[in-house]
Structure formats: C-alpha cells, structure tokens
C-alpha cells in the first residue's frame, strides 16, 4: 500500500478527491449537533472558528486577473484551509468526533499539500502527488475541491457558534484500526525553517516496513509490528498516520 492519495486512482472516477471519509464524518457531525448529543468543548470551536476563518476569507485584492493568478489564488485559498485543519490536529486538543471531522477535511483536501506552495524544506513530509492533467503536469483538481466548501462552511458556521457557556458533551468514538505497507516518517521541526525527519523502526525487530497494525482511539494511535511488538512510543502525530491510510 502506498500513500492512500494515488494518482491512478483519484484520476479513475468523476470524484477525484478522497471524500468517503469526510461525507460520513460530516453526517455524523451534523447528525449529533441536531440531537444534542454533542456540545463542543473551547478547543473544538477554537479550531471550527479558525478553519471558518480560511473557508469565508475574502479572495485577495488582485492587481492583475491574468488566469494564471486566478489559478493560484484560488489552489492557494484551498492549501490554508488545508495546512490550518493539519495545524488543530497536530496540536492534539480537541475532542474525537472533532478529530474525526477535522482529519476527513484534510484527507480531503490532500492534493493541496505542496500546491501552489510546497513546504520549505526536503525533509518536510510527503502524502503523494495530485493526478496529472493531459499534459502531464501535475495539478489538484480546484474545481472538485471548491466544490466541498459551501458544505464545509456551513457545517463550521454551527460548530464554531457552539455557545461559550454550554457544557461540553463529547458522545462516545469508536476506535479504527487499518493495516498499513511502508514507512513512517516522524517529522519534527527542531529549529524555525528546519525541518528533521526520521524513519519509525520496531524497538524490538527493527523492521522499518511492515505491514504495521494501526490502532487508534481518535487521541493516540498505537502501531503493530508482525513481530508481535506494539507501540504507542513511535513518536508520530496522529495526521502523519491518518494521511497515508486508506480512505475508507
């Protein structure tokens, strides 16, 4: 198995973008904010309001409409939404269906990883490439992406208006496991614009490949080897997982 975002298939059907996820996550989330069964916590309508933010922002005033900066404008609009979503699941705060919600988003928006902008350094991560158009350049499907985002606003306009003084009421997540072939690369950034990356290995085989047993409960994930080994010590953030696995 490769990284979950593969150009032969994306480019196989009319939905280029991996939205199984996302289309069950944001039914579920409207389902149990309609009921009342979940009312989020402060970090789960700091992180709508910050995503909210991206999805309403203004295009830029522009001095030229030249379709090129048409183009980037728009990809670029699509990669902050994308790199915030990253930025509230790496800090781990808030609650699993949150998390679910928030990691679909991204998986979604996953073509936009390096487009128009990639990250700053060689050892930043990587999650595949966007399909190829017919002339063989490499470019994310705009159209398909912005297609999302009324949804999406709508959905982070009820979460991120959550009343400040409600209770916070999480309802139960159920944990996923799925089997992942290859590396993990945990990525660290020891120093502004540096970027450092290292290959997970079992602390016991030292097997760098696999297959791992991926178990996690929307907080922590716990990696398998077939080795019998397991761990929970591998030092990787929760996207750095969910990003490679399969869209199911």
Not at 113 to 122: F, G, I, K, L, Q
Not at 164 to 182: D, I, K, N, R, S
Request: aromatic content about 4%; charged content about 15%; proline content about 13%.
């Amino acid at each position: 198995m490769t990284s979950a975002h593969d150009p032969r298939t994306a480019a196989a059907g009319p939905h280029p973008l991996m939205t199984r996820a996302l289309t069950r996550e944001s039914a579920r989330a409207r389902h149990l904010l309609a009921a009342g069964q979940w009312h989020p916590a402060p970090p789960d309508t700091e992180a709508a309001t910050a995503v909210l933010t991206r999805l309403t922002a203004p295009p830029p005033a522009q001095r030229t409409t030249s379709a090129q900066t048409v183009a980037t404008h728009r990809d670029r609009r699509l990669q902050r939404i994308l790199r915030t979503t990253l930025h509230h699941l790496d800090a781990g705060a808030v609650s699993p269906p949150a998390t679910a919600l928030l990691a679909a988003v991204a998986r979604a928006l996953l073509p936009w990883h390096t487009h128009p902008n990639r990250p700053a350094a060689a050892a930043a991560p990587a999650y595949g490439t966007p399909p190829k158009a017919p002339d063989g350049t490499s470019t994310p499907p705009t159209e398909a992406g912005e297609a999302l985002l009324p949804g999406l606003t709508a959905l982070f306009t009820t979460l991120a208006a959550s009343p400040p003084t409600t209770a916070p009421l999480t309802p139960p997540a159920e944990p996923w496991h799925a089997l992942y072939t290859g590396r993990l690369r945990r990525h660290s950034r020891p120093a502004p614009g540096v970027w450092a990356a290292e290959t997970v290995a079992c602390s016991r085989c030292a097997s760098t490949a696999g297959p791992w047993t991926v178990t996690c409960d929307w907080h922590r994930s716990t990696l398998g080897c077939p080795c019998g080994t397991a761990t929970r010590d591998h030092g990787l953030a929760f996207f750095e997982v969910w990003l490679l696995l399969p869209d199911t």
